[in-house]
């Protein structure tokens, strides 16, 4: 019988809550996700049951199943018994001593610089521009300062969206109470294909990074307070994703990319960059170009002092 082998915090807390019975809300081949009753104190009621091919994130629980998750389909039961998760014909058993992970704390305040940072996503850009093949996603062709590709449909907007979030940005380092970019966020929210689209993981990136500074607090309350009132403009898969980063927190992907970028290594930067990247069609590196622009402005607001 398979079973988990390492449970995210908030996946672990929900285990303690057992037994007790959700449904299927979305089958894929390496994961499949369970919507359950609410916690106390839970950030959300969806959570993951991933292959340990799949990286951790919080609301995920890794098993040891090596065949894809077929024979079960959205709306099935699901029943997380004390010693075993039953969905369709799998048995799961949960061990008494389930290890679990959870993210580190990258306070960046004294380590890095924009100047700085800006090397290291020129490095990254550099080093996926020749590793992603044609057609290139915006978030990589912006990530390398470039322009979207003509034949792209939302490029475009997409690109519209991050130059209004940026110059939200760098006005909010001017204001002692900067106001939510309601507008700016809107604009992003939902905006492309996919399960979560490029906007919504851009918009991850960025609370992500900006949660590595103290220091910018404030922008980052603010930019919670924009997108927690807009999350209603993207599909609940997403609001799952977004809910997570607005609480403050992220996967392991994003976990070994900022601790490199911290301790300045350039092999283990590119290979943690290179990782996040191949995580879905594109969400890795919008999540990539978000996190270059929460860091930025993380690091902005550190030492840098009033912005021309």
């Known amino acids: 019988m398979p079973s988990i082998c390492m449970a995210g915090t908030a996946a672990a807390a929900m285990l303690q809550q057992r037994p007790m019975e959700g449904r299927v809300h979305s089958v894929f081949r390496r994961v499949l996700n369970m919507e359950m009753p609410a916690v106390p104190g839970a950030v959300d009621n969806l959570y993951s ?31 997380i018994r004390p010693d075993l998760i039953e969905v369709g014909e799998y048995r799961i058993a949960i ?121 910018a607090a404030v922008m980052l309350a603010s930019l919670r307070k924009a997108v927690g009132a807009n999350l209603g403009r993207t599909n609940r898969l997403s609001q799952h994703f977004l809910a997570y980063a607005l609480a403050g927190y992220w996967g392991r992907l994003e976990d070994q990319l900022i601790a490199a970028l911290w301790a300045g290594d350039r092999p283990e930067y590119l290979l943690a960059a290179e990782a996040l990247a191949a995580y879905g069609s594109s969400s890795g590196m919008d999540e990539i170009l978000g996190l270059r622009t929460g860091l930025r402005l993380g690091a902005l607001a550190t030492g840098a002092g009033p912005i021309a």
Request: glycine share 12%.
């Open 95 to 215: 061990p008494t001593d389930l290890p679990q992970w959870q993210q580190g704390s990258h306070i960046g305040d004294a380590r890095a610089d924009m100047e700085t940072l800006e090397g290291y996503f020129s490095n990254i850009a550099a080093l996926l521009l020749q590793r992603v093949s044609w057609p290139q996603p915006s978030s990589l062709l912006l990530l390398a300062g470039r322009q979207p590709r003509r034949d792209d449909p939302f490029g475009k907007a997409f690109q519209t969206g991050v130059e209004a979030l940026e110059a939200w940005g760098y006005g909010a380092l001017k204001d002692p109470a900067p106001a939510p970019p309601g507008e700016a966020s809107a604009r992003l929210l939902g905006l492309g294909a996919g399960l979560t689209p490029s906007g919504d993981d851009y918009l991850s990136g960025v609370l992500t990074g900006l949660g590595q500074f103290s220091s």
């Open 49 to 79: 049951l991933g292959r340990q091919d799949v990286s951790p994130s919080p609301a995920m629980l890794v098993t040891d199943l090596k065949q894809p998750f077929f024979g079960v389909s959205p709306g099935n039961v699901i029943r």
